[in-house]
């Protein structure tokens, strides 16, 4: 996340001196505790607290830990209803990061996409490629389904829909969301 940059600053700095450090090291390594057990709130207070603590330093908010601990602070605040017990998630397995499927999703959209393709998707067509790919990952679009609704009428009609003779896509109603 944003902590690294934060912890990394902090042995960058020449105005803290060793003892203070590692004080200031362990307040954001704590800091880094409360959001992976899913207590931003607090995590977003004991940063408040180090940075009124190193505010009183002179030309401290002109420094790369200032920007660093900033930057933590406002992602958390602004990611607050998002951010989850990741430890909970982690112990029970579950993935606490989407990055995987983002990278294979990258890659194969971005291959797809390539100008010298010959066979290169659109825009439209990329999207709506992403929309069924979420409806299979969601389980919301099997072949039991398929069976049980017209397909031009359903929620993903217009990314499956039928063309019209002239080779261009029926215009549908069905809206995605």
Not at 35 to 56: M, N, Q, T, Y
Not at 148 to 161: E, T
Request: aromatic share 8%; glycine share 6%.
């Amino acid at each position: 996340m944003k902590f690294q940059a934060a912890q990394r600053s902090v042995f960058g700095s020449k105005m803290i001196d060793s003892m203070d450090q590692e004080s200031v090291e362990t307040e954001i390594t704590h800091a880094k505790w409360l959001v992976w057990h899913g207590k931003g709130s607090k995590a977003v207070e004991r940063i408040r607290a180090l940075d009124s603590r190193l505010l009183a330093r002179e030309g401290y908010e002109f420094k790369t830990l200032w920007w660093n601990l900033n930057t933590v602070s406002s992602y958390l605040r602004n990611n607050a209803h998002t951010l989850v017990n990741y430890s909970a998630r982690h112990r029970k397995g579950l993935p606490i990061s989407s990055s995987i499927a983002e990278f294979a999703v990258n890659q194969v959209v971005s291959h797809r996409m390539a100008k010298k393709r010959q066979m290169r998707w659109t825009d439209e067509g990329a999207h709506c490629m992403a929309q069924v790919r979420v409806a299979v990952l969601n389980g919301e679009f099997s072949s039991h389904r398929l069976l049980a609704l017209k397909i031009a009428d359903s929620r993903y009609g217009k990314c499956i829909g039928q063309t019209s003779a002239g080779g261009r896509r029926r215009a549908h109603s069905a809206v995605m969301s």
